[in-house]
């Protein structure tokens, strides 16, 4: 019940191409769903992060969508850049501050 | 003025030796964290800190033992390093449980 799984594992996209990377969670009480990119030889930075009294939130070119009733939430990276290849991670944490990490999609952006 | 640093970047160790990896955030956080990430990317949480205070602590070896001397400050203490111990582990700060942010990490190989 503590699992959160993440798909794709890995994801080739074409420069100014929508990246799309799907989480599912089973723990309802989870309230803090956050996504981090990594580079290569760095720490996980934070992106952007949604509650589930919001069904979406947009950061720039970046969006998460959340559907509580289905308990899925994704990231949308819109005009994908080369730069944006990297490892994405999607989490979840209750009230204690717990981050529950899915398992990592690995972005490629072909320019 | 980095927001969380930790030390050493890299460690080569052989096994059954007793290593130290330190941590430091001038974010004025009131919680940090120790998360393991194994060869495949995947990050999970070892051990948490409120305030000095231990609050989170999951199924890890009693080799690993975390110390907060103050709330800026966690170090992790590993003894008698194993193979299996080879791994980045990252030290990550937050106040109120959210938001957290990590540091760039330490990469320990265990010969």
């Known amino acids: 019940q503590q699992q959160v799984k993440q798909s794709p594992q890995s994801l080739i996209v074409q420069k100014g191409g929508i990246s799309i990377i799907n989480c599912a969670y089973e723990?309802?009480?989870?309230?803090?769903f956050p996504w981090y990119q990594q580079f290569p030889g760095k720490g996980p930075a934070l992106l952007i992060a949604?509650?589930?009294?919001?069904s979406e939130k947009k950061e720039g070119r970046f969006t998460i969508s959340f559907n509580k009733s289905a308990k899925q939430f994704s990231l949308h990276i819109m005009d994908s850049q080369p730069g944006d290849s990297a490892t994405y991670f999607c989490?979840?944490?209750?009230?204690?501050?717990?981050?529950?990490f899915g398992q990592g999609t690995t972005l490629q952006v072909k320019p | 003025d980095t927001a969380v640093s930790q030390t050493p970047k890299y460690l080569v160790t052989q096994m059954g030796n007793d290593k130290s990896i330190k941590c430091e955030q001038n974010?004025?956080?009131?919680?940090m964290y120790w998360y393991k990430q194994d060869s495949k990317k995947f990050l999970k949480i070892m051990f948490s800190?409120?305030?000095?205070?231990?609050?989170i602590n999951e199924t890890v070896p009693n080799r690993f033992s975390p110390k907060s001397p103050d709330k800026a400050h966690l170090n992790l203490h590993i003894n008698s390093l194993e193979l299996g111990d080879s791994a980045v582990y990252f030290c990550?700060?937050?106040?109120?449980?959210?938001?957290?942010?990590f540091g760039p990490g330490t990469r320990l190989t265990v010969l």
């Open positions: 949604i509650r589930p009294d919001v």
């Open positions: 723990n309802t009480a989870f309230d803090y």
């Open positions: 990550a700060s937050s106040q109120l449980g959210t938001l957290q942010f």
């Open positions: 974010l004025g956080h009131d919680t």
């Open positions: 989490a979840a944490a209750g009230n204690t501050g717990k981050l529950i």
């Open positions: 800190y409120n305030n000095k205070e231990l609050i």
